[in-house]
């Protein structure tokens, strides 16, 4: 494979009739990177992964693994690839490990110490029948084929799926020894929480759009802070009005609560000027950050596309992949 970038799309759009699920999306992630790709349901999240997997065939634009075409070179591309879809099928009449040696045989083979080492490491249950097994022990296999053959790129749509939090930690170590390894983990999901632990930057996508791409340390520093204070008296909310940083404030009596970002200098010069008894500070919790955000770049967006807002979300009318297909 060469150095270029591990996952590329450029003006990338899927139009299924008149309704465009992805919509000239245009992204570059490089190798060594876990990246989030973060939105609501039906925001295009797995239509853009079923374009550059040629599961699906874009309408428009370009897309690259490892600086291979997606679609003229997809059996090329599979061979340095692991991938687990959020609509995860498997045999049910195959055993867990029956299941991973067919898979294996369709790749040439693997390492089975690595596969046993990832058995072990999720606590997955190998021996019994596919369609006996939990969601959570079937998603447990999901991610060892995902992961057995040493991926140089790994893309995985929502994987957390039924796994309990101790599977979920093990899980999030795997990703970061694998970034770490000089590998790249594209790492789908609707909730921030569970990405900010591990990625690196996030993309977000709304409407088919791309929003913006962070980074999770500037992400992290963008959050708002929340700040209580207890006055001798009462002080009214209004005080606050203007004070640079500041959001929102409310005041219940002598308690006023804020909410700010960057500095709290300009919020604290106003506090003094009144008698302060207490002061308590906390971060705002990120999601909560994230939906915001979400409303203010949509709103933006839709302004400067001067179109109404598409209502709601669709389900990518793509079938699930089978286990071969994934291979």
């Known amino acids: 494979m060469t150095t270029a970038p591990a996952i590329e799309t450029v003006g990338l759009t899927k ?43 874009a309408s428009e634009g370009e897309c690259r693994i490892a600086g291979l075409d997606s679609r003229r070179d997809a059996v090329e591309i599979r061979r340095h690839l692991g991938f687990l879809p959020s609509d995860l099928a498997l045999y049910p009449n195959l055993t867990g490990r029956e299941t991973l040696q067919f898979l294996a045989n369709l790749r040439g083979g693997v390492d089975w110490a690595w596969v046993d080492e990832l058995a072990r490491r999720f606590d997955a249950e190998l021996t019994k029948k596919v369609g006996e097994l939990s969601s959570g022990n079937r998603q447990k296999v999901g991610l060892i084929q995902a992961f057995m053959n040493r991926p140089e790129v790994v893309i995985l749509d929502e994987p957390i799926t039924g796994l309990d939090p101790l599977v979920q930690l093990e899980f999030h170590d795997l990703m970061r020894e694998h970034a770490a390894a000089g590998n790249t983990v594209f790492l789908s999901s609707h909730t921030l929480s569970e990405v900010e632990r591990v990625a690196d930057r996030v993309g977000f996508i709304r409407r088919g759009r791309l929003i913006a791409v962070e980074r999770m340390s500037e992400l992290q520093e963008k959050a708002l802070r929340s700040v209580t204070l207890e006055f001798a008296e009462p002080v009214p909310a209004a005080a606050f009005d203007g004070v640079e940083g500041v959001h929102t404030v409310s005041a219940d009596g002598a308690t006023v609560t804020a909410q700010y970002e960057g500095s709290m200098g300009p919020l604290l010069r106003v506090a003094t000027a009144h008698d302060v008894l207490s002061l308590s500070s906390a971060t705002v919790d990120l999601d909560e950050m994230f939906l915001q955000f979400y409303r203010g770049e949509v709103e933006e967006a839709d302004a400067r596309a001067g179109a109404p807002a598409q209502a709601g979300g669709a389900s990518d009318p793509a079938p699930a992949s089978s286990p071969a297909e994934r291979a």
């Open 15 to 57: 139009r299924f009739g008149d309704f465009t699920a992805v919509d000239q999306v245009s992204l570059t992630i490089e190798r060594g990177e876990v990246f989030g790709f973060l939105g609501p349901n039906g925001a295009g999240k797995s239509t853009t992964i079923r374009c550059l997997l040629d599961l699906i065939r």
